[in-house]
């Protein structure tokens, strides 16, 4: 059985903090991706997320 150290139960802003801090990015990083990646949900995709 494969353990993830993400909690991916938890709601994708979550996700995504803990996926900055695994991944050590700075803030720098982390409002660039924020600002380029479209919210799918917004977008009409939450049958993805469910």
Do not use: A, P
Request: glycine share 2%.
């Amino acid at each position: 059985m494969i353990v993830s150290d993400i909690d991916w139960s938890k709601s994708i802003d979550e996700v995504d903090e803990q996926l900055f801090d695994k991944y050590n990015l700075t803030e720098e990083e982390r409002n660039h991706i924020k600002s380029s990646i479209k919210d799918m949900q917004q977008k009409g995709y939450e049958h993805y997320y469910s």
